[in-house]
């Protein structure tokens, strides 16, 4: 059996037979009835309030290039995989960034949006809708998927030779590189933006200015003993650039508190545990969240899961942020993520059911599982989940 909302009543009723239909990956163009729970609109710069609670297809090509080096949660990535397609459902949060985006005079100081909420609501997905819609509308994409992994489970630390008593991350900074080419390279070129100015590594190697932007992220993925350092370069560049009309500039960071905790997991030679300011990849971060750049957008997200255990009261920005990312991040524009609405809820179900995951289903069966989620996409996730 399945859910469908009946178009008189706008109530949600059970129909008395499973779908019959095949399954298919993708919603066809030329599909003259889409089901209730999608949408045909796969363009998110075209999403509005209208659209909400449907799922809509991401095409392939774009899953590849945007996020085939992070963006999604590895159980959504488990459940990518096993429906073959990539689905999002769009939510209120992003509608909302979406129309403030589209109205945003980009002359201005880049305006910060930070995303928080509980546990498992779906902000990760939420940023994944962002970063989709910048990709539609050209912005070149800065994108951490999870800044807890810089300070818990770090590849390789060395010492900095740049910055005094700090830690470089060589691997991790290349690795972050290769995320950001992958996203941006076909974009850059188009633009053929320039370094504004020589950068030398050693007596026997520079990237002098003038140089395509390209070959500055060549060389710190190349040559990871400078990838953290070509990161620094690399966003003064685009804070600079975007600032003068030449391309604009998205900042995606999951995990963003991460950067204000008091400690991180890493420890120098000495066992000392080492503070995320004396971590080199911090400060080019912080610099680029910062309102002195225009053309440009932040959208945030703080999270509970991205400190230790002993911080784990409130989910709110104030809280999580700490007064001094509070202060760096102030003024700003929170945006919060609920778990799902009874509408987001039926929603989810019915594609669960199309997907073939819920299966031999009594009556009631909705009702329970609601009962036992609490309606949070992330709990429902499990329940449904493979054995």
Known sequence: MFL??????GLLTRASACLKAPLSTAVSPQQTK????????????AHNSSHLSRFYTVPVDVRKQVFSYGGFPKTFEKQIKTFNETC?????????IINYMNGADYSKPANRFVLYGKDGVGKSLVLAHMLHYGYSREFLLVHVPWVANWMK??????????HEGCLDLPLDGAAWLMHFKNQNAKLLSKLDLKVSRDYVWTKRETTPAGAPMLELIDHGINRAKFSCDAIAALLGELKQQSSEGKAKTMVVVDGFNAFFHPHTRITTENKVRVTPDKVTLTKPFLDITRPDWSNGVCILAVDRMALTEDRMESELPMYQLRREGFEHLDPFVPIRVDNYTEEEYYSCVQYYLNRKWIQQTESGFDKELEFLS???????MELCASL
């Open 4 to 9: 469908r909302r009946t178009a008189s009543s």
């Open 34 to 45: 889409l089901d209730d729970f999608r949408t045909g609109e796969s363009n998110p710069a």
């Open 88 to 96: 999002l459902m769009v939510r209120e949060p992003a509608v909302e």
């Open 153 to 162: 489970r770090v590849k390789e630390t060395a010492n900095s030779t740049t």
């Open 374 to 380: 609490g309606r949070n996409p992330f709990k429902l």
